[in-house]
């Protein structure tokens, strides 16, 4: 029955009242082994959308081991997947594709299974997008896209569609990244209030004017995301834009500017903590350094 009460919260989305529900009863002496199990596995996902990724990696690990040992299936299935989606976003790739692999091969063992494989297989792409499989990545988007559109929630549809555009452009293909762009501008047309992917928009459109030459075009749309006050802006997209302007600025001369952008990018992929917006904007400060030299010999 607690449990129960715990899902209902999760479906509220009170996460933080979820977590203090769960951590009251993983320390009580009132649960069974099963319970303690899925109450673990819960809590791994609760720890998960408070972006609390430790303590989610850890919760996933013990509810792996509790399930195994009780035989739930169900919930070792469970399991995996949170260890999939949670070690992506740590960054630990290998780790990350055994979880997803293994929750693939055993998802027709829990009733989630439909819910939850289109969320594996986005996560199995952005561990190949860091691998620089970009070509698989896009294939994993797409089935992952095409998953959504069928089960939903839409929005992450249009998450599929920003992280192919990512990969196109990777690819140095900009042409192949437009339709999706078309996709994205229409979405957010339809859904206004999807603040995250507007946001995301106009990152993109900032990388992909950059990559067809177009600079000043792409500069004006990192000016439109770090416009003061502006609604939906997380560090995620800041890393990737200032970033993106970071490389224009280097490309114009404007060796000041661009280490100020290179300063934040770094600095907000940290808060993000995400492990390639750190690579990136490290990448970014070098060739700021290597281009500088270069000029002044």
């Not at 649960?31 to 809590?43: G, I, S």
């Not at 075009?217 to 834009?241: A, K, N, Q």
């Not at 302007?245 to 500017?257: I, K, P, Q, S």
């Amino acid at each position: 029955m607690a449990c129960a009460q715990v899902r209902d919260l999760i479906s509220q989305g009170l996460f933080c009242q979820a977590r203090a529900e769960l951590e009251r009863l993983i320390h009580s002496e009132e649960c069974t082994h099963v319970e303690l199990a899925e109450a673990y596995r819960l809590a791994s996902s609760v720890y998960y959308k408070l972006n609390d990724l430790y303590a989610a990696k850890s919760c996933g690990e013990k509810a792996l081991s509790l399930a195994e040992s009780a035989g739930l299936k169900h919930l070792v299935a469970e399991a995996h997947f949170s260890l999939g989606i949670t070690l992506t976003e740590l960054g630990d790739t290998p780790q990350a594709m055994e979880h997803l692999n293994v929750f693939m091969e055993e998802k027709a063992n829990t009733s989630k299974g439909n819910q939850l494989e289109p969320k594996a297989i986005f996560a199995t792409g952005q561990n190949l997008f860091r691998r620089r499989q970009y070509s698989d990545a896009i294939a994993s988007y797409r089935q992952a896209a095409n998953l959504f559109d069928e089960r939903g929630p839409q929005n992450l549809t249009a998450w599929c569609w920003r992280n192919i555009v990512d990969c196109q452009l990777m690819l140095d293909r900009a042409h192949a990244a437009l339709p999706y762009l078309h996709q994205l501008e229409s979405y957010v047309s339809n859904h206004p209030d999807d603040q995250y992917i507007r946001n995301a928009l106009i990152v993109d459109k900032a990388h992909y004017y950059r990559m067809i030459g177009q600079t000043g075009v792409s500069m004006s749309h990192c000016r439109e995301l770090f416009e003061p006050g502006r609604p939906g802006v997380d560090d995620t997209h800041r890393s990737e834009c200032a970033w993106i302007a970071g490389l224009n600025a280097t490309d114009l001369g404007h060796f000041d500017e661009a280490q100020m952008f290179a300063t934040q990018a770094l600095n907000c992929g940290i808060k993000a903590q995400w492990p390639l917006a750190i690579n990136r904007a490290n990448a970014l400060q070098q060739r700021i350094a290597t281009t500088e030299a270069r000029l002044a010999e």
